[in-house]
């Protein structure tokens, strides 16, 4: 689904990721955690399209098509998703709204009609429902005065609603008390199927209890530098980084 | 000739013309004085800074349109708010089209200036309030001198109007260039409601300059409502004085809606002459091209415990450039005022200008007076949130920016004016979207 091929990224000429390879197929669970500073959410951002990244060298691959070239709402249609790690307060504009907007503008650039509002209002109620959003919450301007566990379940509930095909969740457990973890994580799961991928960036090992990946990869200094299962976030909890920065820089 | 002298021999032919009493033969011929001693603003009138009246005056205007233009309803629908039931005053080209209108003298009158200047039934209401509330400037006096037809309206003591009134000028262009003049005349008794809807709509790209004077008078405890739509050709431009007197008590709201026009002024003044009055302005710009929309908004605070709220937002793109001047006046006597001014602006384009400048006199000592302005751009990590969800740029820029005018969007009180500006929004941005927030 996913395929980076020696990726290289600068953000106003500091290179940042300095040749990252991954490839996720759909059905799986990656996770990508690492020290603070490394890339993780440039990586992110540059796979979703944030224009003040620049991609120097190498490519990314979205369902056998290349998608450097593609505006951010472009890889959206064609189903990328990005949970932010500090999702953007938009006053004046309600949740409910800018998912209409949201969802119809992707149906629009796939050949479709605006979704009828009774088919959304549905689907909003089923989603809300999902992630235990209050209905009262979605008419209030998007992520504006909300709690740091509000904002990260409502990435949730975007995602629901847009059902993506590959779905980054930049950080999505910082922020997130032990419930708001569990209904965020539980909501993860249950939009997880074999024909969508996800890729989990965080810097600790408790949400991967939670959504278990099957890869986990180490990025460091703009590059992955180790992979392996879950085991690896396991001893990473227990050791930290510092020996994976030794064995680096051996 | 330029048209300062055309005006003034135009004037004497004017006054010939018409059969009217002396009262307002007086007023017009001390008005047509003031013009000649002052003549247009420049830009050496403080007032006057940041816009110029040089290029639109140059333009060879038609002073009074002799013909006789018909226009069909179909083809005009559009600048109406046709979707509910409403009184209508219509004029094209300056003359009343009756065909056009929907007018009332029942328990109301919406009807003409034209009928009040002249017939005696309503001299002692001119006597009372004709040119009572418009200062002796020099572009209000131009209007004055001429004043001859526009709309009048007048609400007796108690009277609710159920139904908004729309009052509306349009310009044929039939002449190569028209110079129109109209004179508004609306009095609120005490304990009535009205909503007023007016547009300036030119019909073809000729030149057109418009001159235009409203007089509001609400008494004791009326409230009014008053819209303006400023949606017009690039080659029409209007200086729009308005001048409002308000008793004790009463709540007067004026918005306004500048999307376009070659040159737009709003002279807007409200003066305050009772206790416990409230004055509401508000505004949303949105231009581009190189078009100029100036606010000069007054509010005089004379009695106490009155309040004001001004609220403008301003969205500039290409070559435009915007001016919003608002002075507060508090009197000594006006204790316990409360005057509260904001005026945001978003410039979309490197080649767009705003001028902002609030001007507060306050001469009583407990007050509460707070302003701001803000000049931005829009936030960039907002247009990448929302595109990231699939959003297309132009429609996350509009949503942007609709969203930061929606302050003054919702409290139109009229919910197919409200749709109707919506959609105008969505036009002028280019989008096809339902902003239905």
Redesign the interface.
């Known amino acids: 689904m996913l395929k980076i091929d020696n990726l290289h990224a600068s953000v106003e000429d500091k290179s940042i990721l300095k040749g990252i390879n991954l490839e996720v197929k759909a059905g799986e669970v990656h996770a990508i955690m690492g020290p603070n500073g490394s890339g993780k959410s440039t990586l992110a951002s540059v796979i ?4 003040e990244y620049e991609v120097t060298k190498g490519n990314i691959e979205f369902n056998g098509e290349d998608i450097d070239e593609l ?3 472009e ?3 064609k189903g990328v ?2 949970s ?1 790690q500090y ?8 949740v409910t ?2 998912m ?7 149906r629009k ?1 796939q050949g479709l009609e605006d979704m009828p509002a009774k088919d959304m209002l549905k689907l909003i109620r089923e989603k809300s429902e999902l992630l235990e959003i209050d209905r009262k919450f979605l008419s209030r ?1 998007l992520n504006e005065g909300f709690s740091g566990g509000e904002k990260k379940r409502n990435e949730i509930f ?1 995602m629901a609603m ?1 059902e993506p095909k590959l779905a980054i969740l930049d950080e999505t457990d910082s922020g997130l008390d032990i419930d708001a973890l569990r209904i965020v994580a539980n909501g993860v799961n249950k939009l997880k199927s074999n024909d969508n991928a996800v890729v989990v960036i965080t810097h600790y090992q408790r949400l991967l209890d939670y959504i278990v990946p099957d890869f986990v990869h180490v990025l460091y200094n703009g590059k992955i530098v180790k992979s392996g299962t879950k085991e690896l976030a396991h001893e990473l909890e227990e050791k930290g980084y510092d020996w994976i920065k030794e064995e680096v820089n051996a | 000739m330029d048209l300062k002298e055309k005006l003034l021999s135009s004037f004497l032919v004017f006054e010939n013309q018409i059969d009217i009493d002396t009262y307002v033969h007086d007023v017009r011929n001390d008005a047509i004085k003031i013009f000649e001693e002052k003549g247009f603003p420049t830009k050496k009138e403080e007032a006057w800074k940041y816009t110029s009246l040089n290029k639109v005056l140059k333009e060879d205007y038609s002073v009074f349109p002799q013909q006789e233009n018909a226009i069909e309803y179909k083809d005009i629908k559009k600048y109406f708010i046709h979707d509910i039931d409403t009184y209508k005053i219509v004029f094209i080209d300056g003359k009343y089209s009756s065909h056009l209108s929907q007018t009332t003298h029942d328990g109301i009158d919406v009807c003409l200036m034209s009928s009040a200047l002249t017939k005696p039934k309503y001299r002692i209401l001119i006597e009372n309030y004709f040119n009572k509330a418009a200062t002796k400037d020099s572009l209000s006096s131009l209007n004055t001198a001429f004043s001859n037809e526009g709309a009048y309206i007048h609400i007796p003591k108690n009277k609710m109007v159920e139904k908004p009134i729309q009052i509306v000028h349009f310009s044929t262009g039939n002449e190569s260039a028209t110079m129109l003049q109209p004179r508004n005349l609306i009095v609120a008794d005490e304990n009535s409601y009205v909503q007023i809807i007016e547009r300036h709509q030119s019909l073809s790209d000729n030149p057109v300059l418009t001159n235009s004077v409203t007089e509001i008078f609400a008494n004791k405890r009326a409230i009014v409502d008053y819209y303006k739509i400023q949606n017009d050709n690039s080659n029409a431009s209007l200086i729009d004085n308005t001048f409002i007197k308000q008793k004790k008590e009463s709540v007067v709201s004026v918005h306004t809606f500048a999307f376009g026009g070659k040159l737009t002024r709003n002279n807007l003044n409200f003066f305050q002459e009772g206790e416990r009055i409230d004055s509401i302005l508000k505004g949303v710009t949105i231009i581009g091209e190189k078009q100029h929309v100036d606010h000069n908004t007054l509010v005089h605070h004379i009695e106490p415990n009155c309040e004001s709220h001004q609220d403008y937002k301003g969205i500039f793109g290409e070559n435009s450039t915007g001016v919003f001047n608002g002075k507060i006046i508090v009197e000594k006597e006006a204790q316990k005022t409360n005057a509260f001014q904001a005026n945001n602006n978003i410039l979309v384009s490197d080649k767009a200008t705003i001028n902002t400048k609030p001007q507060l006199e306050i001469f009583a000592d407990d007050v509460k007076c707070s302003h701001g302005c803000t000049i931005g751009q829009l ?1 960039e ?2 247009m ?10 132009k ?2 820029k509009a ?2 920016m ?3 005018s ?2 003054v969007l919702s409290s139109v009180k009229i919910p197919e004016m409200k749709q109707r500006i919506t959609k105008i929004i969505a036009n002028k941005l280019g989008v096809d ?5």
């Open positions: 979703a399209g944030k224009e505006a951010a709402e890889r959206a249609h998703f990005l932010f999702p953007v307060e938009i006053p004046g504009v309600s709204n800018f209409k907007t949201a969802i119809n503008e992707t650039a301007s975007q847009l | 936030d990590s907002a990448f949130y929302m595109r990231s969800r699939g959003i297309p740029e429609e996350a949503l942007l609709y969203a930061f929606n302050n979207i339902g902003f239905d927030l």
